[in-house]
């Protein structure tokens, strides 16, 4: 009897992908579709978790599975955009919009609140990170402070992964990854629920039960089953955050090894030898028993190039012709990316994007090359925070993935920027390949999916570009810190009042 085929799914920021392997790494179906994200307010980003549901999971799942009817499943496993905060009542409903990771920065004064109450350096010693707009603990308490009704109705803590996982198989479940996100409530040297902070910061909260991503969570129930069209009975994994099931894919899994994703937000992660703790990057549990990682971002990289393409206009083979044409440099244009705010190294919600050096002589492809340069930039000085925070002399192995990565301009800059190469895999599918594969090993069907998706080709740096982006990046820097007050005066003015 052969064995079966397995099942990923994966729910980004703007849109889900869907994915059936075979055993032996084939994908055999894929599927793909677009959502939108809510913005309420300025600095609000949801996504309503119904919705996702509905017309994601169970439309991708019925999508693959007609594809290739004769197939059988004999695992599934889902990721989804993290760290966020979905509340849900004690039957498991949705009981507001889920509040997103750190695109989200809603909960400022409770960072401050929390940090005062626990201590800056006692939360990044039990945590592991300072507490950020990625943090999960301050947006609870957020929730309780200023959505109190709701919070007290609150009896599940969801992530978009794991809510998945309870409509699939009712298992109220989260994985060690996503809770090391939910700082300060989880034990990071330890890998277990900080008893005493999560009280502080939601008490009476029932937490759920914590799980490795490739084990088992739970069977497929006969209701799920009758919506989704995957048989009663088939195993589900715990699953993870996004970012880390897409560094699965390509294989990210030693010390030094970095994943350096092209998505809606730039994600880097880096497998580390052992914890360590850093206040310029996240330290966070891995998805193995015992493995720590670093993590650095830009909150937008995809968000600002799509922004562009909305402004101008202009589809995106367009937009990278134009930015060919406009050379290292972009005439002369300077970019700060940070239109949704700047997380690591700074940790900085109220920066905002800019652009240096316009003239009447500039075009779009001026402005969509300096886009893509000025994120490369944010990449080269979180790889420089990587380095100092991991004890790194020897150059990382660097693997880029996401849908970024396609017409090869953009991982070409990030290249010349940085001066390394980047390894581009075979498939760039992302992290609903790597779902697949947690599933293949949580149900057996195989014991090594290394060679599921082995290195292409590399990108190296070229020695003229790289030069020019070198006499940029400290012009780049400066261009940040001497407009950073102004930045932060302009946000303070958008920002109004709270609700009520």
């Given at each position: ?29 894929r ?85 005062a ?96 991503p ?19 009975g ?26 350096v ?24 549990a ?19 190039t ?11 083979p ?6 060919r ?123 090594d ?52």
């Amino acid at each position: 009897m052969s064995v079966g085929h397995l099942l990923g799914v994966d729910i980004g920021t703007s849109s889900s992908k869907a994915v059936l392997v075979s055993a032996s790494g084939e994908i055999v179906a894929r599927a793909n579709r677009p959502h939108r994200t809510c913005t309420p307010r300025p600095g609000w980003y949801e996504h309503d978790a119904d919705a996702v549901w509905d017309a994601d999971f169970v439309a991708l799942t019925r999508q693959v599975l007609a594809a290739a009817p004769a197939a059988t499943i004999a695992g599934v496993a889902v990721s989804g955009i993290g760290p966020c905060l979905l509340p849900a009542d004690a039957a498991g409903r949705p009981l507001r919009p889920a509040i997103l990771y750190g695109i989200d920065t809603r909960a400022g004064a409770q960072i401050a609140q929390l940090t005062a109450e626990l201590g800056a350096d006692e939360i990044v010693r039990r945590a592991g990170s300072a507490l950020t707009s990625q943090s999960v603990g301050p947006k609870l308490l957020w929730l309780r402070q200023l959505e109190r009704a709701t919070y007290e109705r609150t009896a599940h803590l969801f992530m978009a992964s794991s809510y998945l996982v309870h409509r699939l198989t009712g298992e109220y479940v989260l994985d060690h990854h996503s809770a090391s996100q939910c700082a300060p409530m989880y034990d990071l040297a330890g890998q277990h629920w900080d008893a005493q902070w999560c009280e502080h910061v939601a008490p009476g909260l029932p937490l759920p039960q914590l799980r490795w991503p490739s084990e088992v969570a739970g069977l497929v129930t006969a209701a799920a089953a009758s919506r989704t069209g995957i048989p009663a009975g088939t195993p589900v994994t715990t699953g993870t955050i996004d970012a880390w099931a897409e560094a699965t894919s390509v294989g990210i899994d030693a010390p030094g090894d970095v994943m350096v994703m092209y998505g809606t937000t730039m994600f880097l992660i880096e497998v580390v030898a052992r914890l360590t703790r850093h206040r310029a990057v996240w330290a966070v549990a891995g998805t193995t028993p015992g493995r720590y990682d670093i993590a650095a971002t830009l909150p937008t990289s995809g968000a600002l190039t799509a922004w562009l393409s909305k402004l101008t206009a202009t589809d995106f083979p367009e937009l990278l012709a134009a930015a060919r044409r406009s050379g290292p440099g972009a005439r002369g244009l300077l970019m700060l990316p940070h239109l949704a705010g700047e997380r690591t190294p700074r940790f900085d919600p109220d920066q905002r994007g800019a652009v240096l050096g316009l003239s009447l002589d500039h075009e779009r492809g001026d402005l969509y090359r300096a886009a893509l340069e000025g994120v490369a930039f944010g990449v080269r000085e979180n790889l420089a925070a990587m380095a100092e925070a991991a004890g790194r002399t020897a150059p990382p192995r660097l693997v880029a993935v996401g849908g970024g990565t396609q017409g090869g301009l953009w991982a070409q800059i990030v290249a010349d920027v940085v001066g390394q190469a980047q390894q581009l895999p075979t498939e760039t599918v992302g992290a609903c390949l790597g779902d697949a594969m947690l599933a293949a090993l949580a149900v057996g069907a195989a014991a090594d999916v290394s060679g599921w998706n082995p290195p292409l080709r590399a990108i190296e740096p070229d020695p003229s570009a790289a030069a020019r982006y070198a006499s940029l990046y400290p012009l780049y820097l400066e261009f940040a810190d001497r407009t950073r007050s102004i930045a932060h005066e302009l946000a303070h003015r958008d920002q109004g009042p709270e609700p009520e």
